[in-house]
């Protein structure tokens, strides 16, 4: 154990070295010293982290920590980007993204203190069902809601300023989508028709999925957001998929959101606007246009370019010509500074944080904790997807922001909060079982039960015996005539209803593995030879 906790020490201090160097080179590189208030700051922060690690130790000591040091190491290496953006617009967004990352890593550490059993999540599934909602759409509402850069996804507070409550309903929807998953399984899981080798769902099970569509759907048309759209119903297609095992789900949910971006797309201007620039976007037309423009697709491709395989370095590129590069493009403004081997780099960060909460949902014994891990898992991998891919021109724009690295307050919260649940999971599935809870425990209590019941059959297949001889001498006695000997058959029939009669005893938690022939043979049972002979088994009795 503490060769374990030395090594995830030197992680962590591996991680924080990683960062500080980034820092260390990049304003020495832009500015020719370190700033004081950054250095005071940054030192704050990675007291916070020790303090967390330490935290982990104390509250959750079987949690995978490798989790939050590849968090941190994205972290870093985003504000240090977006404090190199600073350098050439004169802005303070960098120092402010720290102050937000200093309240994730407060309410993350309260996350892992206080809750004990992630399962009491589980409770409040319709509230959070509520909650989630209410976030979702609160956008739209006259007073608070706020349109930038064509989406209406913002809420403005005044004093605050405006966060992104979709960030936040994601977790609640999530918890939401696990309970009623859990719940319903079984229903779920029930085929229908089989079409093309594909066994199709029941009619009557798609009403879940035609609601979740019709949200989605509804997201898409009046906030003017694909991003937040599609990342809602593929969390809740992909935990469907996980909950019934069938991938006709996944088919139906592909179908039904291509069906309605299609429509949506021709119906709706700014989703045309989005294909458009994403199939042509070197086209003088679309770069060239005011408003839905290729302007900053074909800009962050350039950037991309520049980079090439090593990258410009640190402080040697010009990341600041992308529109809006510290948080919807910080992916291109890495690539450009970094190269294709940093980018390479960050995604394989993403792809250790993907696998640690996939083996965590597969290890996990609770299927409301498999759930849980594997839609929160599969909606960070979905984002990471969709913002790389839009891009790289995979796909189209989505408007989403690269989680951990781009600049924005609710982002950052909500995905610490993510990552926080992922490590109280993690510490449930590599807790080691007690042995009251172990299947050996188990099976050898059930068949010390089982011995004790044989036994006490025994016992009592005797006391038959010997009352029946008893009442049959007694009436011999009473009636003055020869002794006759009682039946075998009749003696083990006695027996066997006095055993029938007892109360058996209470079954284990788990099915045990299948028993010895031996345990509840025929032969075990026994038997008392015949007048002729013959041995009449007590399964026969």
């Excluded at 070295?17 to 990675?46: D, S």
């Excluded at 203190?113 to 006259?142: A, E, Q, W």
């Excluded at 991309?304 to 529109?323: I, K, V, W, Y």
């Excluded at 049959?472 to 075998?488: G, I, R």
Aim: charged share 10%; net charge neutral.
């Amino acid at each position: 154990m503490m060769v374990t906790r030395l090594r995830q020490f030197g992680l962590l201090l591996f991680s924080m070295l990683i960062c500080g160097v980034a820092f260390f080179q990049m304003f020495e590189r832009t500015t020719g010293g370190f700033p004081h208030n950054y250095l005071w700051m940054l030192a704050f922060i990675g007291a916070l982290f020790l303090t967390s690690w330490g935290l982990l130790l104390r509250f959750q000591p079987y949690a995978n920590q490798a989790i939050m040091c590849c968090v941190m190491v994205l972290t870093g290496t985003g504000v240090m980007m977006i404090a190199r953006i600073d350098q050439d617009l004169n802005t303070s967004v960098a120092f402010k993204q720290l102050l937000w990352l200093s309240i994730a890593l407060v309410l993350a550490n309260l996350l892992v203190i206080f809750m004990k059993d992630y399962r009491v999540l589980r409770r409040f599934s319709y509230v959070s069902m509520v909650i989630g909602l209410v976030l979702l759409l609160s956008p739209m509402l006259p007073v608070v809601g706020s349109e930038q850069y064509g989406a209406r996804i913002w809420v403005k507070i005044p004093g605050l300023g405006s966060f992104q409550p979709s960030e936040f309903a994601k977790l609640f929807l999530a918890f939401f989508f696990a309970s009623y998953l859990y719940d319903h399984r079984d229903q779920l899981a029930v085929g229908g028709k089989k079409v093309l080798g594909l066994q199709l769902p029941r009619i009557k099970d798609l009403g879940p999925i035609i609601v979740v569509w019709v949200v989605s759907m509804g997201v898409l048309v009046v906030q003017h957001d694909l991003g937040t759209s599609l990342m809602f119903f593929a969390m809740f297609v992909s935990m469907l998929y996980v909950a019934t095992g069938r991938t006709s789900w996944i088919v139906i949910g592909f179908i039904a959101f291509a069906v309605g971006a299609f429509a949506a797309a021709n119906i709706f201007s700014h989703v045309g606007a989005r294909v458009d620039a994403w199939l042509h976007p070197f086209d003088s037309a679309q770069y060239n246009k005011e408003y839905g423009g290729s302007y900053q697709l074909v800009t962050g491709i350039f950037g991309l370019a520049s980079g090439g395989l090593m990258g410009t370095g640190l402080g040697q590129g010009h990341p600041s010509l992308t529109p809006i590069a510290n948080s919807d493009y910080i992916y291109a403004a890495l690539g450009e500074e970094l190269g294709l081997t940093g980018l390479m780099a960050i995604l394989m960060l993403y792809l250790l944080i993907i696998a640690a909460g996939m083996i965590t949902a597969m290890k996990i014994k609770d299927g409301f904790g498999k759930l849980l891990a594997s839609g929160l898992v599969f909606t960070m991998a979905f984002q990471v997807f969709t913002v790389v891919g839009g891009i790289t021109l995979v796909i189209p724009l989505t408007g989403l922001t690269l989680p951990y690295m781009a600049a924005g307050g609710s982002s950052l919260i909500a995905n610490y909060m993510l990552a926080a649940l992922l490590v109280v999971i993690s510490n449930s599935a590599n807790k080691p079982e007690s042995d009251i809870d172990s299947d050996t425990f188990q099976y050898e209590a059930m068949q010390a039960l089982r011995a004790r019941k044989q036994s006490r059959a025994s016992r009592s297949v005797a006391s038959a015996q010997s009352d029946a001889q008893s009442q049959a001498v007694s009436q011999a006695a009473t009636q003055d005539v020869p002794q006759v000997a009682v039946p075998a058959a009749m003696q083990q029939s006695q027996a066997t209803e006095i055993i029938s009669a007892e109360t058996p005893v209470a079954g284990m938690p788990i099915t045990p593995p299948a028993p010895p022939s031996n345990v509840f043979g025929a032969s075990d049972m026994p038997s008392t030879p015949s007048p002729s002979g013959n041995t009449s088994e007590g399964s026969q009795a």
